[in-house]
Structures are given as structure tokens and as C-alpha cells.
């Protein structure tokens, strides 16, 4: 699992690059923003949550990767690595900060096999379903998560509270 893991982040940011580099020649200097989360089930809250008794995948874990282009500030990129949780149902980037819930602002491809990655322009159909801008996101990565959906999991198997690298 980790290395079909590693190879597709691999893939998946050699192909950002090659667009990167006929879109807008070869940059010297990057200025995108890198943002990371280490997803686990323990960090899922229930909604209404009066204990700390554990609502995700008590096995679930994976790691995230959240960036922005380089001269595109509407598109933010995203690599997502899951293990040991069933089939994903869904994925998505929620708006709260650590040991709350909040509403989905982005949605995600689900990792149904254990990794997704994919690109979200702001505009595009049903990627920001309430508006939210990329600047947003990047400027303040502690008042994001993103978490994974299973079906014996659906309020969540495992989340990741985002931050800067």
C-alpha cells in the first residue's frame, strides 16, 4: 500500500509539473503554499459530542497534501493517502478549527482504493459548494480539516486538521 501510495503521489505531482511547465514556462522560484494534515480516527468529533469516546475508524489513518499553483490562485491541488479503513464513500475539506465540526467547503474525489488526487478550480460544478476561495484556504489552514468517509463510518473515519508545512 505505501509504495502504490508514494508512486502515485509521485505521478500525480510529476503531472502538475509538466502542466506547471507548458502552461508557464520553467519558474525559478516557487511561491505556492503547502499545506499537510495527518489524518487518524481519534481526531473525528461527533456531532453533539458530550464524552471523548473515539466516533472514527479506530485503525484508519492516512495523510493529505493541499496546495496551491504557482500564477493560478483559484485552482488548489490535493494529494490524499488513506489505509486501513474500508472503501471511501467521500472526502472533503470542512471549514472549522481543531475539535469542532463545520460545513463542507470543498469536496474531494473519495479514495476508494486508498489514494485520489485532483485539481479544484473555484467556479467549477459542485467542487465549492459554498463559494469558498483557495486564498482562503491557504491563508489559514488551522480553520480547515479534511476527513474521509466510509460507509460504517459515514460522519467520518478518519480527520486531519490542516496545517502549514
Known amino acids: 500500500m505505501r509504495r502504490r501510495a508514494i508512486t502515485s503521489a509521485v505521478v500525480v505531482a510529476g503531472a502538475v509539473a509538466a502542466v506547471l511547465v507548458t502552461a508557464f514556462g520553467a519558474l525559478a522560484?516557487?511561491?505556492?503554499?503547502?499545506?499537510?494534515a495527518s489524518l487518524d480516527g481519534r481526531?473525528?468529533?461527533?456531532?453533539?459530542?458530550?464524552?471523548?469516546?473515539?466516533v472514527g475508524d479506530p485503525d484508519g489513518r492516512g495523510e493529505v497534501y493541499v496546495f496551491g499553483i504557482d500564477g493560478d490562485p483559484t485552482?488548489?491541488?490535493y494529494v490524499l493517502l488513506v489505509d486501513r479503513i474500508a472503501p471511501a464513500t467521500a472526502a472533503?475539506?470542512?471549514?472549522?478549527?481543531?475539535?469542532?465540526?463545520g460545513p463542507v467547503v470543498a469536496n474531494l474525489a473519495a479514495p476508494?482504493?486508498?489514494?485520489?488526487?485532483?485539481?479544484?478550480t473555484e467556479g467549477e460544478q459542485g467542487k465549492f459548494p459554498t463559494g469558498e476561495k483557495v486564498a482562503?484556504?491557504?491563508?489559514n489552514p488551522t480553520?480547515?480539516?479534511?476527513?474521509?468517509?466510509?460507509?460504517?463510518y459515514p460522519g467520518g473515519a478518519v480527520r486531519g486538521q490542516l496545517r502549514g508545512h
Do not use: K
Open 29 to 36: 522560484g516557487h511561491t505556492n503554499t503547502v499545506l499537510e
Open 43 to 54: 481526531s473525528e468529533i461527533a456531532t453533539g459530542a458530550t464524552n471523548m469516546r473515539i
Open 75 to 77: 485552482t488548489l491541488c
Open 92 to 101: 472533503h475539506i470542512h471549514e472549522a478549527p481543531a475539535g469542532q465540526n
Open 112 to 120: 476508494a482504493d486508498g489514494d485520489a488526487a485532483d485539481c479544484l
Open 136 to 139: 482562503d484556504i491557504l491563508a
Open 143 to 152: 480553520g480547515y480539516y479534511v476527513n474521509v468517509h466510509t460507509a460504517d
